[in-house]
Structure formats: C-alpha cells, structure tokens
C-alpha cells in the first residue's frame, strides 16, 4: 500500500477513516490485534499519526485498548448490541415521529424516492443485499437530517459504528431483507399519512425485528 496523499484534513483523521473502513469490511476482524508497526509501514506513515487515529477510534468504540498488550478491534456481545439496537430504536423512532409531523412534502418525497431504491435492489431473482444494506443506511440518514437534531444524530452516528462491527448483518439472515423491505413499506406508508403514532412504531418494530435477526 502506498503512503497516503496529504490532503487538509489532518493524516491521524484520514488513517482513522481508513481504519474504520478495514474493521466494518471485517478485513481487520472483531477481536484482532492491531500491528501498529506493519500498518505505519504500509501507509507510509510514522507511528505518531497511528496511534492518534487509534484513540479516535477507541473513542468510538470500535478500538479496545488493552495495557501492555496493544490495540485490538472491539468484539462486540450480544448484551452490547442489544442495548446498542435498544437506543437506536429510542432514538430513530422518535426522528420518524417527528418527520411523520414536520416533514415537508419534499422531504417526503426524498424518503419515497429512497424507499423506491430498496424496492429495486430488493427485487425477487435480483437481490443486490450489499446495495439494500447501504441504501437503507442511506435512508435512515435521510430521515435523520429531516428530523433536524444534531445531538440526536451524533448519539445514532457512534451507535451505529458499534452495530456495523457486527458486519455479518442480520440482513444476511434467510428471509431478513424480505422481511426488512416489509417493515419498510409499514414505515413509509405511516410517514406519508402523516400518522406519528404509527411512524414511532413501524420504526421500533423495524428495530426490534432487526435485533432478533442479528443475535
């Protein structure tokens, strides 16, 4: 791997940022040693800017440190993604109530529009669960930022750093995207009738599913 191009962001956030893209891909897998050396050595970087991109992410999570014995990617139990689908389902069902009320029809639009995407790479003999996985990530930001609460989105953004760890995602489950798609469908037919009550439940119904399918 060639060393990194300077770019303004500072090179700790951009080692970081790569990082994190290595442990939600599994290619630096749950409960795995971090080689501090070998990892300078391929970007071309000292280890300074390393361990600094390792304590944003222990920050986040995604990194545990352990005294004398280095860095390792957090492995995540099923007590801990239980209370990380537990607050993420608090938290997204009260942003779907409150788009369900404030939305304008544009917005809505957005989420439709969205939606429709998962519908086509939901498609029977055309399953495309990788494309599902990131629009639907997609989506659930969409609605976020419609919601309009930045301390909401950065408690959801560190959440779901922690549920992507569990990379082999319950969407990988026999029958969960279909199921997914379901929930779904539940959740935009609520959003468009305006119907806050039932928003705030198709979306703590989505999660809750999403958890069973996981652990």
Not at 25 to 34: D, F, K, N, Y
Not at 41 to 52: D, F, K, M, N, V
Not at 97 to 116: F, S
Request: charged letters at 30%.
């Amino acid at each position: 791997m060639s060393a990194l191009p300077l770019t303004p962001r500072a090179l700790y956030e951009e080692v970081a940022e790569l990082l994190r893209q290595r442990i939600f891909s599994r290619e630096l897998a749950p409960g795995s040693w971090i080689d501090e050396l070998k990892i300078a050595e391929e970007y071309g970087i000292s280890r300074t800017p390393l361990r600094e991109a390792l304590k944003v992410l222990a920050a986040e999570g995604l990194i545990t440190m352990k005294v004398r014995r280095g860095a390792y990617v957090t492995e995540v139990s099923e007590t801990d993604l239980a209370d990380v689908f537990h607050l993420l389902a608090l938290l997204e069902a009260d942003a779907a109530g409150v788009v369900a009320a404030r939305a304008t029809e544009a917005q809505l639009q957005d989420l439709q529009r969205l939606h429709g995407e998962l519908e086509s790479a939901a498609r029977p003999g055309q399953q495309d669960r990788e494309k599902f996985f990131e629009i639907n990530e997609r989506f659930h930001k969409r609605l976020l930022e419609i919601a309009n609460n930045r301390w909401r989105d950065q408690m959801v953004a560190d959440l779901r750093k922690m549920m992507k760890l569990n990379r082999h995602h319950s969407l990988l489950k026999s029958g969960r995207l279909d199921e997914s798609l379901a929930e779904h469908r539940a959740l935009m037919s609520a959003l468009l009738a305006r119907d806050a009550a039932a928003t705030v439940r198709c979306m703590q119904a989505h999660f809750q599913h999403g958890l069973e399918a996981a652990v």
